[in-house]
């Protein structure tokens, strides 16, 4: 595979003054010229709201909306364009769906289970609405090390689960639960099951058919499109008996004697006027990755995460938190040095990474940590690159422990 190539596509690490080691991919991915590309289009050429004129520019974006959504659904293998609602992004998602879930699935006395390694979209959402419903929220314990056994979410299943939520890949230790059984075990009982795919979505093919849930949400821009849209896929059983999360144009069809009928398609949950734009954004980050090979790409994504925890694993005074093989994201932590201290010096060299508790406050409780560094990885990354972060956190270390040895 020729990554040269492909970081070529990528104007960010084009003719730059100054160095860039972007690191930083579960926050944020870079966007390739096509996305860019397809934002300018519409808005110099094709600029005009949707499903309110019968003049030609309002037909034709239109026309570009609903095929970004079949777009969607081909990626994500739904049965229908309908399972597929736009949004401004993952947390907006989950947001909807408990919102709506709760005015029409979840009631007093009943129970949710969320686990311990949920980014706080996926966690504080849940725990508003159980505050507020009296309903109870059950959350899977972690283990120490960031992974967490799938007996402690279905040990927490009983006849008042209405509701799971868990992500399919940790933001802070790159673990990846066992979905799938979790999900099988759930519909032995009727329980729908909610997929948090905001990690997930860029490194490893998402089938919601293969896995059967019936919910799952993600933002376009963790998948290399624009920052403001985002998706959430739901079972049309699930989506025709959920009440709406907003109200307003575009998700109403007749209004008679104060009996107000809703669509009964995605548009019923998007009131207003949608983002277009963006939306033509995330399809195009779809369709360039379609026209590359992704097999190799996922190969090469897991042969960069193999090789980086290889050369970390070997420096002396970095600990490596958890063991997830050939995750893209890897936190650690240094000897001597906050993790503020560890980014601040990397940044001086021009290699990006994120240091915090990254959204995740249970499972870092869990850990036992309070601030860590956090590498996560992305196509355009290189070996090449990961060795100069080596060399980087070596010398780091170096300094860490002679400043630590003089105060002893």
Not at 19 to 46: H, M, W
Not at 201 to 222: N, Q, R
């Amino acid at each position: 595979m020729d990554i040269d190539a492909i970081r070529n596509q990528f104007p960010m690490f084009r003719n730059r003054t100054e160095p860039l080691i972007y690191f930083d991919n579960g926050a944020t991915t870079q966007k390739p010229q096509a996305v860019i590309d397809r934002l300018v289009q519409y808005y110099s050429c094709e600029n005009s709201n949707i499903h309110r004129g019968n003049y030609p520019l309002s037909n034709r974006a239109s026309t570009l909306y609903e095929h970004a959504r079949t777009t969607v659904q081909t990626w994500l293998h739904a049965k229908s364009a309908d399972e597929i609602v736009f949004t401004k992004g993952c947390t907006e998602s989950i947001n909807l769906a408990a919102a709506s879930a709760f005015r029409s699935l979840i009631g007093p006395g009943d129970n949710v289970i969320v686990t311990e390694l949920e980014h706080s979209s996926n966690y504080y959402p849940w725990h508003y609405h159980c505050m507020q419903n009296r309903v109870e929220l059950r959350t899977a314990k972690a283990n120490m090390d960031g992974s967490l056994p799938t007996e402690s979410v279905l040990s927490l299943i009983d006849h008042k689960t209405k509701l799971i939520a868990m992500t399919a890949m940790s933001n802070v230790t790159g673990f990846r639960p066992d979905i799938k059984r979790v999900i099988s075990e759930a519909h032995r009982r009727q329980i729908p099951v909610l997929i948090d795919a905001a990690q997930e979505i860029a490194h490893y093919p998402v089938s919601v058919t293969e896995c059967d849930c019936d919910f799952l949400c993600f933002s376009g821009h963790k998948v290399y499109g624009p920052m403001g849209v985002g998706v959430l896929y739901g079972k049309q059983e699930w989506l025709n008996q959920m009440a709406p999360y907003q109200y307003g144009g575009g998700m109403i069809t007749k209004l008679e004697q104060g009996e107000i009928s809703y669509r009964t398609d995605s548009r019923k949950y998007e009131a207003g006027t949608q983002n277009l734009g963006d939306v033509l954004g995330l399809e195009a980050a779809f369709q360039y990755l379609d026209g590359l090979d992704v097999n190799l790409l996922w190969q090469h994504e897991k042969e960069l995460s193999c090789y980086l925890r290889e050369c970390l694993g070997g420096i002396n005074g970095i600990h490596i938190i958890g063991n997830q093989g050939s995750s893209p994201v890897l936190s650690f932590e240094a000897d001597h040095l906050g993790a503020y201290d560890v980014g601040v010096l990397l940044a001086n060299a021009g290699i990006s990474i994120r240091c915090g508790s990254h959204c995740a406050y249970p499972l870092m409780k869990r850990m036992g940590k309070e601030s860590i560094c956090r590498i996560s990885l992305a196509v355009y990354n290189t070996k090449q690159e990961i060795d100069i972060l080596a060399d980087r956190l070596e010398t780091i270390c170096k300094k860490g422990r002679t400043i630590h040895d003089k105060h002893q």
